[in-house]
């Protein structure tokens, strides 16, 4: 059902980067579904229970996977949202898919064919984020592993591409080849606008362009839109620099949706 309605309308996959504690969750699913209730959209709640990639081994994780499927299920029961999280481990595919709707595959991960192909064994929707180091057209064997494995609920998601040093560009042309394999494409507008390890120790970035990422993809005819958001995102515990004031939600999600 869910997957169908992300087929029919624009979908949106939003939340805080990482889970800071139960309260910012609840802020923020708030918001995200008083949005999808408003525009009748297919809203979706994201937070990461693990960190796993972080730049400095002193960076904030999350508070790991037993606390973190908690916390989304109460969001899940309190709000009635569509949950996705990311998994990093084989073994985690299983205990995840018993809370959340979508499992997400990262970005540095989407080639690991044992962790894709556990995720696709909970026949729950698999969001394979597309490396930064590869194509548009490289993605068609990612999703062919969980498709192969028994799953054909796919969303492909274009994050931009390394580009020198501490910076990515997006090709927008990636959309177009993503769309020809049949799957949902999503733009990933909020990761997309990061400068990996730019901020001495930390991910920097700038949030000014999410918007305009969100129209561009659009314009290459996006099917949906994943943007992290935060009430205070300049003393968020992750990914600050490029995730939405919450506030400013609403106003980047409504001119993508005529």
């Known amino acids: 059902m869910l997957f169908e ?9 939003l939340g805080p980067c990482v ?3 139960q309260e910012l969750l609840y802020t923020v699913a708030e918001k995200v579904a008083e949005i999808g209730q408003k525009y009748n959209i ?3 709640f994201k937070s990461s229970f693990d960190k796993a990639n972080r730049t400095s081994i002193h960076s904030y994780r999350g508070p790991g996977i037993e606390k973190g499927l908690e916390m989304l299920l109460k969001v899940k029961e309190r709000f009635g949202l569509p949950i996705l999280t990311d998994i990093h481990e084989s073994y985690q595919a299983a205990i995840v898919g018993e809370v959340v709707d979508i ?3 990262p970005a540095f991960l989407c080639r690991q064919t044992d962790l894709l192909v556990a995720a696709a064994k909970t026949g729950k929707i698999v969001n394979i984020k597309k490396a930064q180091f590869l194509s548009g057209q490289d993605m068609f064997y990612p999703a062919q592993k969980v498709i192969e494995a028994g799953n054909d609920q796919v969303i492909l998601t274009e994050r931009g591409n390394m580009y020198g040093y501490n910076n990515l560009v997006v090709d927008f042309r990636n959309i177009h080849d993503l769309k020809t394999f049949g799957h949902p494409v999503c733009m990933d507008c909020t990761h997309s606008v990061q400068r990996p390890g730019a901020a001495g120790g930390k991910t920097g970035g700038d949030r000014t362009f999410v918007p305009m990422m969100a129209l561009a993809a659009k314009a290459f005819g996006a099917d949906g839109y994943f943007m992290e958001t935060h009430p205070d995102p300049d003393n ?3 990914d600050g ?5 919450l506030h400013d939600l609403e106003n980047v999600i409504v001119p993508l949706l005529g």
């Open 5 to 13: 309605k992300m087929r029919q309308k624009p979908f949106f996959i």
């Open 241 to 245: 620099p490029n995730m939405i004031k």
């Open 42 to 44: 297919p809203v979706v």
């Open 236 to 238: 968020a515990l992750s």
């Open 103 to 105: 499992l997400q595959i």
């Open 19 to 21: 889970m800071e504690n």
